[in-house]
């Protein structure tokens, strides 16, 4: 039995899909809304039935939970979620799949160790996620002296990731202007690319150096001398409704902050998304670029994906991640998506799917 909590959501919906469609096994919809997830269940093309949970009730959570041999979160708001549902996950001895979380998830749930054998996975979605994994592609078996990170486009924000996208900063996540050079954080050395044409993106865009903690973990693993991280936006709209925001929030533990206090904040972010997707349309683009050090072995340069939906995507991650859980290519521990998954057996499966419009390395 896999458990998949948030399946009704734009996530979770294709989390689910997969799912079944890879034959996982039966699954357990969750969601507060029981009816919701009933119907859900009901287009499913596998064995699925749902059961009403909210994961803020830890009795109705630890009996979610209590036989499945993978539970898959694609809830949130992930900064309140943060070890909650794995930890029910492991004590019902299971594996666990969640679509956010980074470190400081990841952090939470390693204190005080991790139940022999079981293995969790965090942050399996987009971005974080395909944005640390896919670019190790370019770095495989030579050394890079530069990599070029640049994710982003036209997407509606849900009201919960309009509130993660604004919670998620301070040092457990990334560093606003910085690059990576020389083995460490580079702080205040790049500025915002205005109006700028990159490949595989309809618009001119507008490029925020944004360094994440993902992005970071990349440089090290690679060895990269330089890399360089944007957030890519298709109009000034939603950089200035996330600065005006962070402007006015306090700068306190998010767990203090109430959502009566989030939620005009995060109105303002999807209200910025809309007008964006109004004049232009749902688009999404990674593009990474690799610069191999003079003398280095021959491969690729560039990694191109663009997909109309990339809360869709991230259910398709989602489900790539529960499958290779399940199969035993995840060692146990506690691990990020980007560092525990196969970069190209991911990238085979999403070059398969019909979601992903293009994914080219060259
Ligand atoms: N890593 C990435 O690339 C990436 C990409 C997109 C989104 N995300 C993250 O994914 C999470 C979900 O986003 P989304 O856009 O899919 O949200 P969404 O469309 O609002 O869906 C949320 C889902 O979670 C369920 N849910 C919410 N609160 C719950 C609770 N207390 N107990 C049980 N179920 C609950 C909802 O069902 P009910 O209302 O019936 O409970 C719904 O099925 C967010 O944390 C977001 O930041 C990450």
């Known amino acids: 039995m896999i458990g998949l909590l948030g399946a009704t959501g734009a996530v979770g919906r294709t989390a689910a899909q997969r799912i079944t469609a890879y034959g996982l096994g039966p699954l357990r919809v969750g969601g507060r809304d029981l009816a919701g997830a009933a119907d859900l269940a009901a287009t499913l093309p596998g064995t699925a039935h749902a059961v009403r949970v909210d994961l803020n009730d830890p009795g109705r959570l630890a009996a979610f939970c209590d036989g499945c041999r993978v539970v898959v979160n694609c809830a949130g708001p992930s900064y309140q979620v943060l070890d909650t549902v794995a930890r029910a996950a492991f004590a019902a001895g299971a594996d666990y799949v969640d679509i956010g979380g980074e470190l400081a998830a990841k952090d939470a749930l390693s204190t005080g160790g991790v139940p022999e054998g079981r293995t969790a996975v965090f942050s399996a979605g987009v971005m974080p996620g ?93 060895g990269a001398d330089e890399v360089r991280s944007y957030n890519v936006f298709v109009t000034e709209r939603l950089p200035e409704a ?35 997707n109004a004049d232009l349309g749902a688009f999404y683009v990674m593009l990474f670029t690799g610069r191999p050090r003079p003398g280095a072995s021959p491969g690729p340069t560039r990694v191109l ?37 196969d970069p190209d057996a991911t990238a085979t499966a999403l070059h398969d799917d019909p979601l992903v419009e293009e994914l080219t390395i060259r």
């Open 130 to 222: 395909l944005s640390g994994l896919l670019p190790r592609l370019l770095a495989k078996g030579r050394p890079l002296r530069r990599l070029d990170l640049y994710v982003g486009g036209a997407a509606v924000f849900t009201p919960l990731s309009a509130v993660d996208a604004l919670l998620t900063r301070g040092p457990k996540f990334g560093t606003p202007m910085a690059a990576w050079r020389a083995g460490r954080v580079a702080p205040n050395t790049l500025a915002p690319l205005n109006g700028v044409t990159l490949p595989g993106f309809p618009v001119p865009v507008h490029a925020w150096p944004y360094l994440t903690t993902e992005a970071q973990t990349l440089a090290m693993d690679t």
């Open 242 to 276: 996330l600065t005006a925001s962070w402007a006015q929030l306090p700068d306190t533990d998010p767990a203090t902050l109430s959502p009566a206090t989030l939620a005009p904040h995060a109105d303002a972010v999807v209200r910025a998304s809309l007008q964006d």
């Open 305 to 341: 994906l663009t997909a109309v939906d990339s809360y869709a995507l991230s259910g398709v991650v989602m489900a790539l991640a529960t499958r290779a859980v399940l199969t035993g290519s995840v060692p146990p521990g506690v691990h990020l998506a980007a560092e525990a998954l």
